[in-house]
């Protein structure tokens, strides 16, 4: 108790000091990357969880990565339009990680007249979801286009699939591509955004992965998942499979301590069987003493030579 109380103390103070101040009290905004949790659940269709979505702005690159449930919300919420976006990059087709994206595709460009096509990066079998959908709403996307006048390129979308390495670069900001481990979902996948010295990684869905570890080495900032279930679950649970595709919070502490980022973050939380987010918390910090947030909707990250957090306005 003792030892988690220091920790708590020793983490509040980290991210006092992360936090840069002028002298009238007004925070200073000197960042190089700018990462938004636009969603942080599951499949779960909660309301303060929206599907997995971050958005990371640096420099002049405005770069989303996964469109999960409720993203386009969630992006009207932050002020950005579809229009701005750069490229979608995907970690996996699991559905909560996809479900946004007719939404932000569609609407997105009814709404803005996005006139070219949005640039998607996936694994292998993007192209062929990308060829389904437009099937899917090819009679909305002639109506538009006749009706709303809606700019033909626009409609469309432009899937890169990807494998391990550097995949995207413009503008000095460069997005490597890494394989994770989500079990049977091969191949899925973590990325690593650089930009002017500074970096954040994102896990996508994974158990503990080394590949990771190696990947995310020296970054400022690392979003993680985690999963938490039970002790007793057994392998006749029907959930017993989520948790062979996920992260245990003994687990993250680990990726933590041989990451060492600046600040680790908690995004696309699992909780089953009633678990909580404390015990998460609690168990992680059992074993890792470094600055540890846990993630909430909205809540964003400027990334310089300091971290500073920002949380939603109505929390
Ligand atoms: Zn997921
Ligand atoms: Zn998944």
Redesign the pocket.
Known sequence: MKQLSLTFIFSLLVLISLAQVNKDGSQVNVSDIKVTLLGTG??QPLMERFG?SILVQAGSETLLFDA?RGCLQRLRQVKLEYDKINALFL??L?S??IVGLPDLWLTGWLITKRAIPLKVFGPDGTKEMAEYLEKAFAYDIKIRVQDDKAPQEGGKLSVTEIEQGVIYEANGVKVIAFEVDHGVVKPAFGYRIEYNGHSVVLS??TKYSENLIKFAKGTDLLIH?VMIAPDTLSKSDPRYNITQHHTTPKQAAQIFNEVKPKLAVYS?I?KLYGRTEDEIMNRTKADYSGPLIMGEDLMSFAIGDTITVSRPPNK
């Open positions: 599951t499949p997995p999960g970690t996996h699991h909560d990680h996508g869905d998942e696309h699992v």
